[in-house]
């Protein structure tokens, strides 16, 4: 066999095509038989030309898996040390470099079988030879051999690490050097054990030298090793980069601003800053390295790509990293990227007119709270660049405001007048992109706005309709957007458009053709919008004509036609309520089938090495013995992921709305819902996480009149409870904890304690890992030596596990004094004075609730809670001395005798919140809510005198109405017991009593007990009355006159 293979192997390698395709066959028909194990070593040792020992050594890696096993002892001998040999002794790199990968094959059943003990020792010996291509080598088959036996180097894992920092420090060799840095890339990758890899951190120095040379030297294939070291770092829970952070953010930094580099090159070092920000940003605060990132990532945004696609351009990808910056480490960027800005937006260089609104876009979610403080000037900068002569700076701008308008609510629509004229008139831009980011900005803006809409429905809706008639299909989409959007805002305003706008979508559900369905999606969604503006009573005989098309949508095979079919479906439920029971049977198994849909993972296999490049990869491996391939990549379809997750939304709303109705489909909706609560992705897991509760009320609706039927309505809520109570332990995402919390508070508000009794022991202990900021959802960064009162308020989640605790009180009143015991210390690590001001107000905020419904058992927090709510009376933040002033006047009432020695403190800070200083009405009425309970309590407490006339000068009270009750019943109640001091406020009285009786928002309880102050004065004064009611309004007068005249 030896002297054919040899010819077939010079065969083909020829150049001429029929020749290596007659020797491959050959080959093929040959290697089924063990003796070509032999045959290929003999060729390995002895052909004369490098390229025919390569061949041999290349197909011998392919068939020795298949035959190893059947080979003799001594033919097994003989493989090992032609190998070794070939690696010590062969003088072509290539040869033996493919000698090395039949090694790492051989080794994979012949070291764990103890086949060959002599392969480690003679590696180490290898690798410190005094000869460089042998030191190479053997770095290169630690690489190749930690894929396949990498346990059987855990004896020797220290060694090895010492051996491998030597090797990257080596004195004499590039080449060693670089073996080093892929040796070191190989062993990260397959080394779990934190300890272990915590080790490598002493490597960085040595690795970022070693890529520096690789990138001098043009090998740029090899210095983005490093980077690939630097993520498995990253992403390791062990505190790993230490100082090392600053020289790894140094050299990526380097690498991103030469233009000089592959784009591949300077996408990955762009990519290990985005990933420090996410994962590591505590680190970058502590070194102060968010600025220099931000002096080279902003002027990134300016640089020109090649390819206007091209999603590893760096201008792209700097605003990946400016994003997660924002968003992870949004105080810190706000004011470098403003700073950015407010220079660029005056270059005489469009890209960097256009870098500054897209810099201004890009933060705008992370940043909002400190955008929302100076959005006159940011949005000064927006709008002058809608105005800006080139195309590409309009564009971002438009897409900016858009970002605005998702990011910046409230604040932002209450600029709608200097704002929409600015859109009206780009809508008219000569340049497509430009009308079509300006559509999305409307969109965007007008979904948030109410009535301010108004005096511009009129313009929008002419624009709108005239561009969905003569418009570019891509146009026609984002103007269906914005329509809906006028419409949610408009509401009733929009019914003199819904016919016209009607008419056009069933133009537009109707479109079969694969370049229309785009389009279909967005007008089955508009009409959705529609239906929810115009109402039931407009829309429900209309609708059998768009309910058919929509159905008849599915059978298009479009993933995002059905995504925005289940969101036409959630809203025509919304709007029908029980009207809605008709279409179940025809739409829920349409539902089922989305949510049922395989998940779409598209796997590449790389099924070849580099052998291939060579054109040795036509030799195929045995097919019953191929080598696992490897994963390349793995990507979702994220159609089919969002279709998944307004499934899941369409089948909770069903539920919520059709009730009782909903009965033959609520078994395999629980059963689907259960299951996405544990789906990979978390927009998939948040709506299973909301439709859970909906089911839960479909079930009680279902069975609370059938005894026999509760065991299962019981089996429905210790599903739905369990699966909460595991989602605020595990669950890694913010906001589906959040809501599984949300969830819980709206349990215990509909059903009551006993509803969740069973489960308080393991509800309390989520709760309490989740204060104490140990739930999985927590643990993104370990790699902090920050202090914690230095992170930033986390509005989505810590609001909602706060919001817990009030709901804990309410559901059990003062039984829950044991549990808040437990729960009291690690919520006050919130309101240390370092932390935000939004953490202090949150726990302020629970506080008073608690004490609300708790009751006494407050009273021993008094001495501990009152000096924080004191502090926070004179907060500069509103929203701060709002909840201190309620949370102090709940204390005051629920506390007792131990808040008694704080009313002098109380009343001198509440004093200023009296005062024309205190711009919020909310605020002041808070205030007067706690004085209100004060009084209550201990009437004895308050200087009356002093106090009455402050408190009656801020009344009728203008935003708080929550606060009605207490306020009005106080005064009530003192006029009736004929207090002297209230007595002397008469004329105030009439006056105040007269405003609340006609105020339309005041509830008739509010007005009767008022009304009986009024006939009490009446009763004492009798006629004296009459020159102060004569001097009052007639609305004003014959209010109080018709309550007088009921007492």
């Known amino acids: 066999m030896a002297q054919s293979l040899e010819l077939l192997l010079i065969q083909f390698l020829m150049p001429d095509n029929d020749a290596r395709r ?24 002895t052909a004369k030309t490098p390229n025919v020992r390569q061949l041999a050594a290349v197909l011998l890696r392919k068939k020795i898996t298949g035959h190893w096993a059947k080979l003799s002892p001594q033919l097994k001998h003989l493989v090992k040390q032609s190998l070794i040999e070939s690696i010590t002794m062969e003088h072509s790199m290539p040869v033996r470099r493919a000698s090395a990968n039949v090694v790492s094959v051989i080794a994979k059943y012949a070291v764990p079988s103890g086949e060959w003990p002599d392969l480690l020792p003679f590696l180490f010996q290898c690798s410190q030879s005094p000869q460089e291509d042998h030191r190479e080598v053997a770095l290169i088959l630690f690489s190749s051999l930690t894929e396949t036996i990498g346990n059987a180097f855990q004896p020797h894992f220290a060694d090895l690490q010492a051996l491998l920092l030597k090797c990257l420090q080596d004195e004499t060799s590039n080449r060693v050097r670089v073996a080093a840095l892929k040796a070191v890339g190989s062993f990260l990758e397959f080394t779990y054990d934190g300890n272990e890899v915590v080790k490598f951190r002493e490597f960085i120095p040595s690795i970022l030298n070693v890529s520096r040379q690789c990138l001098a030297s043009g090998e740029e294939d090899v210095a983005v090793i490093a980077f690939e070291i630097f993520d498995e770092l990253i992403e390791s829970p062990a505190p790993l980069l230490g100082d090392s952070v600053k020289s790894i953010v140094q050299f990526s930094l380097e690498v991103c601003s030469s233009q000089n580099l592959e784009t591949n090159t300077r996408h990955q070092a762009i990519q290990i800053i985005s990933w420090l920000a996410k994962y590591k940003s505590n680190s970058l605060k502590k070194h102060k390295l968010v600025i220099p990132i931000l002096q080279v990532m902003c002027p990134l945004l300016a640089e020109s790509s090649a390819d206007e696609d091209d999603d590893l351009a760096p201008d792209r990808a700097a605003a990946e990293v400016i994003d997660t910056m924002a968003l992870n480490l949004s105080k810190h960027v706000f004011s470098p990227v403003f700073e950015f800005a407010s220079l660029s937006c005056q270059n005489a260089n469009p890209k960097y007119r256009e870098a500054s609104v897209t810099a201004l ?64 008139s780009a809508l008219e831009d000569a340049s497509d992109e430009v009308k079509e980011k300006s559509y999305y900005a409307l969109a965007a803006f007008c979904e948030n706005m109410g009535e301010e809409i108004l005096p511009f429905v009129g313009a929008l809706m002419g624009k709108l309709l005239a561009a969905l008639e003569s418009s570019s299909r891509n146009l026609q989409e984002t103007c269906m957007s914005a329509i809906g959007s006028v419409a949610a805002a408009a509401e009733q305003a929009f019914i003199p458009y819904a016919d016209r706008v009607l008419e056009l979508m069933k133009i537009f559900m109707v479109l079969n053709n694969d370049e229309d369905l785009r389009a279909r999606a967005r007008a089955t969604e508009l009409v959705g919008i529609v239906a929810m503006s115009i109402g039931r009573s407009r829309m429900e005989s209309v609708l059998p004509p768009f309910v058919e098309a929509a159905i008849s949508g599915f059978g298009l095979e479009f993933s995002e036609l059905r995504e925005y079919t289940h969101g036409f479906f959630s809203n025509v439920a919304e709007i029908l309520d029980d009207g809605f029971t008709p279409y179940l049977s025809h739409v829920v198994p349409l539902t089922f089938s989305s949510c049922n849909l395989d998940d779409g993972s598209a796997v590449d296999i790389d099924e070849f090495d ?25 990507s979702i379809r994220t159609g089919v992921l969002d279709e998944k997750a307004a499934a899941t939304q369409a089948l909770g709303l069903f539920a919520l709305h059709t009730k009782s109705s909903y009965a033959p489909y609520l078994e395999e909706t629980l059963r689907i819902m259960l299951r996405h609560s544990g789906y990979f992705h978390e927009d998939v897991r948040l709506q299973a996480i909301i439709a859970l509760k909906y089911i839960l009320t479909a079930a009680h609706a279902i069975f609370q009149n059938h005894n026999e039927k509760r065991v299962k309505a019981k089996e429905i809520l210790d599903a739905i409870m369990n699966v909460y109570i595991k989602c605020m332990r595990e669950d890694d995402d913010k906001e589906v904890v959040a809501q599984a919390c949300m969830s819980i508070a709206d349990i215990m508000k509909d059903y009551g304690y006993m509803a969740i009794d069973p489960y ?35 509005e989505v989640l810590m609001d909602a596990v706060t919001d817990l605790l009030p709901a804990f009180a309410k559901a059990m009143g003062s039984n829950f004094a044991p549990i808040f015991a437990k729960l009291f210390e690690p919520l006050m690590k919130f309101a240390r004075g370092s932390r935000s001001p939004q953490d202090r107000t949150m726990v302020v905020a629970c506080l008073a609730e608690v004490a609300q419904d708790m009751g006494s058992p407050i009273a021993a927090y008094a001495d501990r809670v009152m000096p924080l709510v004191l502090k926070e009376l004179a907060s500069s933040e509103a929203t701060n001395r709002r909840n201190a002033a309620f949370c102090v006047g709940e204390l005051c009432k629920n506390g007792g005798e131990s808040t008694l020695s704080y009313y002098g403190d109380i009343l001198r800070g509440l004093f200023p919140l009296f005062g024309e200083s205190e711009q919020d009405d909310a605020v002041r009425d808070n205030a007067a809510g706690a004085v209100a309970r004060m009084i209550m309590v201990h009437p004895q407490s308050i200087p009356l005198n002093q106090v009455l006339p402050v408190f009656l000068k801020v009344l009728p009270l203008k ?40 105020s339309p928002v005041e509830t008739s309880e509010v007005k009767a007990q008022v009304g009986r102050a009024f006939s009490h004065l009446i009763s004492l004064y009798g006629h004296q009355m009459q020159p102060l009611l004569s001097s009052l309004s007639p609305a004003h007068a014959n209010a109080l006159a018709a309550f007088a005249s009921k007492s």
């Open 22 to 45: 007659q020797a491959e066959e050959q080959i093929k028909r040959l290697a089924k038989d063990p003796q070509v194990v032999p045959a290929l070593v003999q060729h390995l040792r």
């Open 760 to 794: 308080m022991s393991s509800l309390v202990d989520a709760t309490l890992a989740l204060l104490r900021e140990e739930a999985a959802c927590q643990q993104l960064e370990n790699d902090s030596d920050l202090d914690d009162d230095d992170s930033e308020h986390d």
């Open 959 to 998: 935003e708080d109405h929550e606060e009605s009750m207490t306020v009005y019943t106080c005064v009530s109640t003192l006029v009736l017991s004929s207090n002297p001091q209230i007595l002397s406020c008469v004329p105030e009285l009439v006056n105040l009593f007269a405003q609340v009786l006609v």
């Open 610 to 634: 580099d052998e291939n490049i060579n054109g040795f990869g036509g030799v195929s491996s045995d097919d019953e013995a191929r080598d696992e391939p490897r994963v390349r990549n793995i």
């Open 361 to 424: 876009g890009v933060i705008s979610e992370g940043c909002s709270e400190f955008m929302k403080i100076k959005l006159e000037p940011v949005l000064h900068i927006i709008l002058g660049a809608l105005r800006d002569p080139e195309q590409m700076v309009r564009g971002a701008a438009s897409f900016a405001l858009g970002q605005f308008a998702e990011h910046l609510q409230p604040e932002v629509v209450s600029h709608y007048e200097t704002v929409l004229p600015y859109i009206l």
